[in-house]
């Protein structure tokens, strides 16, 4: 398409992944620490020793648990065991961002004036960011032991924080900016309180946009800024049932077990069998996120009879990821007392039919799935486009047209969905536990 018809550029990124650059270089000090990254374990053991039980203010701020999965672990552990980190903060020289931070930074110019920003969905994942007055919080930031000079400026979802400096795109405005989940709950368009999306992604992450108002969890939710959709616009809050492992049990399938040779075939494999023949995988392998948050949980296959083949654990695999979004659902449906109707998903894995059928029978409700799956990109691309300045279109309720979706409705009988969660519980108590000490894992690289 011709370059004139690019009126605006939106960023969507993995969230909590951690970078420190040299602002004098532009050059990162270290590899970008993934949300995934089991090394900061032992920092949170050391930090949970700090908080005082009666008043845990690090959640009452953040609305966030203590876990390895936050930024401000990872900034911890790069200052603690990365000299070139330590030697650029006291020499004035570092920055810190999570991806859209690092991006921005590099697209409007780097270290010929780059913008040093973030919006409030990144934010309110670093564990350094006040969600009630959407500032950073000195004493978050004082007990993390980071200093603020680091931290990016905070502004809204959507609005222009710098042109591009160089390349085909130079001039376009940088408008919207939005942490991958929340930008899939803007391009499903739950715009309003009680509209819940899932994505199926490397992870799983159910987020129900709960309006203005933060709504803390008592089943072990996030409570996280949804959107700020304008500088002058009101923040929108979002209660969030976070997975680690989704997508990546069927990498894992592929790349360490080899039994598939492309993620698409794993469709095939459980289609065969169309079922697991009891057995269950529990696919814990950075620990159990929501609602457990059990880091000492790791993956396990039981169940296991001399009948099984890999096509039963093919279709195992695929069932863990809807039973750990049941999970969630329940956890979702008993904070916010009005149970979801129907769940809209997207997101790669949504292309495989055996899935999302599962999904429905396992929950027990209809699975909508938009004829754009690609809905992350699509909330950054909203964001950008409505922005103040750019304006190509809005995202005032009457303004958004209705998209085209697929059902999937439930196909078998409750009582079956039942054993078998049940027998799913089962499984996910065996994999808790397993890790007693640092020490027992000290032979990962």
């Known amino acids: 398409i011709d370059i004139s018809n690019i009126k605006a550029i939106g960023v969507s990124n993995q969230r909590e992944t951690t970078v420190v650059w040299d602002k004098l270089t532009g050059e990162p000090l270290y590899n970008a620490v993934v949300w995934l990254d089991l090394r900061t374990q032992s920092t949170v053991e050391n930090l949970s020793k700090r908080i005082p039980g009666n008043n845990n203010f690090v959640k009452s701020k953040t609305g966030l648990p203590l876990s390895t999965y936050f930024s401000a672990v990872k900034l911890r552990w790069l200052l603690d065991n990365v000299?070139?980190?330590?030697?650029?903060?006291?020499?004035?020289?570092?920055?810190?961002?999570?991806?859209?931070?690092?991006?921005?930074?590099?697209?409007?110019?780097?270290?010929?004036?780059?913008?040093?920003?973030?919006?409030?969905?990144?934010?309110?994942?670093?564990?350094?960011?006040?969600?009630?007055?959407?500032?950073?919080?000195?004493?978050?930031?004082?007990?993390?032991?980071?200093?603020?000079?680091?931290?990016?400026?905070?502004?809204?979802?959507?609005?222009?924080?710098?042109?591009?400096?160089?390349?085909?795109?130079?001039?376009?405005?940088?408008?919207?900016?939005?942490?991958?989940?929340?930008?899939?709950?803007?391009?499903?368009?739950?715009?309003?309180?009680?509209?819940?999306?899932n994505t199926y992604g490397t992870g799983c992450f159910l987020l129900c946009n709960t309006g203005r108002k933060c709504v803390f969890s008592e089943h072990g939710l996030l409570t996280t800024v949804a959107y700020k959709l304008g500088r002058d616009k009101p923040v929108y809050y979002a209660l969030e049932g976070s997975v680690a492992i989704a997508g990546a049990v069927i990498r894992w399938l592929r790349d360490n077990l080899g039994?598939?040779?492309?993620?698409?075939?794993?469709?095939?494999?459980?289609?065969?069998?169309?079922?697991?023949?009891?057995?269950?995988?529990?696919?814990?392998?950075?620990?159990?996120?929501?609602?457990?948050?059990?880091?000492?949980?790791?993956?396990?296959?039981?169940?296991?009879?001399?009948?099984?083949?890999?096509?039963?654990?093919?279709?195992?695999?695929?069932?863990?990821?809807?039973?750990?979004?049941?999970?969630?659902?329940?956890?979702?449906?008993?904070?916010?007392?009005?149970?979801?109707?129907?769940?809209?998903?997207?997101?790669?894995?949504?292309?495989?039919?055996?899935?999302?059928?599962?999904?429905a029978d396992i929950l027990y409700i209809p699975v909508v799935k938009p004829s754009m799956p690609e809905t992350t990109a699509l909330g950054a691309a909203m964001a950008a486009g409505a922005a103040e300045g750019v304006g190509v279109w809005s995202l005032e309720p009457e303004d958004l047209s209705a998209v085209t979706m697929e059902r999937f409705e439930p196909q078998i009988n409750a009582e079956e969905s039942e054993i078998r969660y049940s027998t799913w519980k089962k499984a996910v108590m065996k994999s808790v536990g397993w890790v007693t000490t640092q020490s027992s894992e000290s032979g990962i690289p």
């Not at 469709?267 to 696919?283: D, H, I, N, Q, R």
């Open 83 to 197: 000299r070139k980190v330590q030697r650029a903060v006291e020499e004035d020289r570092a920055l810190f961002g999570t991806i859209d931070s690092w991006l921005i930074w590099s697209l409007t110019g780097g270290a010929n004036g780059g913008v040093h920003c973030t919006d409030v969905t990144n934010a309110s994942r670093t564990m350094l960011f006040n969600i009630h007055s959407l500032e950073w919080d000195k004493e978050l930031c004082e007990f993390f032991e980071i200093p603020m000079k680091i931290l990016p400026n905070v502004r809204s979802s959507s609005e222009i924080y710098g042109l591009m400096k160089a390349g085909a795109l130079e001039g376009v405005p940088i408008s919207g900016c939005l942490g991958d989940q929340s930008a899939a709950l803007v391009g499903q368009m739950c715009f309003q309180d009680g509209q819940a999306k």
């Open 259 to 359: 039994i598939i040779k492309t993620s698409e075939e794993i469709e095939k494999l459980a289609k065969e069998v169309g079922t697991s023949y009891g057995c269950y995988f529990v696919p814990a392998f950075s620990g159990l996120y929501a609602p457990y948050w059990e880091p000492s949980a790791r993956g396990i296959i039981c169940g296991l009879t001399q009948f099984t083949n890999k096509c039963h654990i093919a279709f195992a695999a695929l069932e863990a990821v809807c039973f750990q979004t049941r999970e969630i659902l329940d956890a979702m449906n008993r904070d916010c007392g009005i149970p979801l109707s129907h769940l809209q998903v997207d997101g790669g894995m949504t292309n495989n039919k055996i899935l999302m059928q599962l999904q």
